[in-house]
């Protein structure tokens, strides 16, 4: 069983960052494909950004593009969202997912998610 945890909740002012970071104890950490899903109240989970085992392949929603970065650490088994230049439409519970690719996630969604963290609020007030 892989459990994520996810950190970095907070409030921000539109404009400002902040960096979620998700951290998993597996020992298979390395295998999986890595990425992030937020969803706002009475909407479905979006798909936000995706990181391949090895990092060199990256995916980013089309709302997000330009603006965050996904990275990770082997190493630490941690995995990483820098939000910059946020608005007050990116508030959201944001959910840390481990799959088996990146571009199955990022073009087919949460369907094919094998792990979810719990996920962590953002808010952005305006």
């Known amino acids: 069983q892989v459990q994520l945890v996810e950190s970095g909740t907070g409030l921000v002012q539109a404009g400002g960052s902040l960096r979620l970071s998700c951290a998993t104890s597996?020992?298979?950490?390395?295998?999986?494909?890595m990425g992030w899903f937020r969803q706002a109240p009475g909407k479905d989970r979006e798909f936000v950004a995706a990181?391949?085992?090895?990092?060199?392949?990256?995916y980013y929603g089309d709302s997000v593009k330009g603006r965050f970065t996904i990275s990770r650490d082997n190493a630490k088994n941690t995995v990483y969202l820098q939000m910059n230049s946020l608005k007050p439409e990116d508030t959201a519970t944001y959910y840390c997912?481990?799959?088996?690719?990146?571009?199955?996630?990022?073009?087919?969604?949460?369907?094919?998610?094998?792990?979810w963290g719990n996920g962590t609020l953002v808010t952005v007030s305006s």
């Open positions: 597996a020992r298979t950490f390395r295998t999986y494909a």
């Open positions: 990181i391949s085992w090895n990092g060199i392949t990256i």
């Open positions: 997912a481990a799959a088996a690719a990146a571009q199955l996630i990022a073009e087919k969604g949460a369907t094919y998610v094998d792990h």
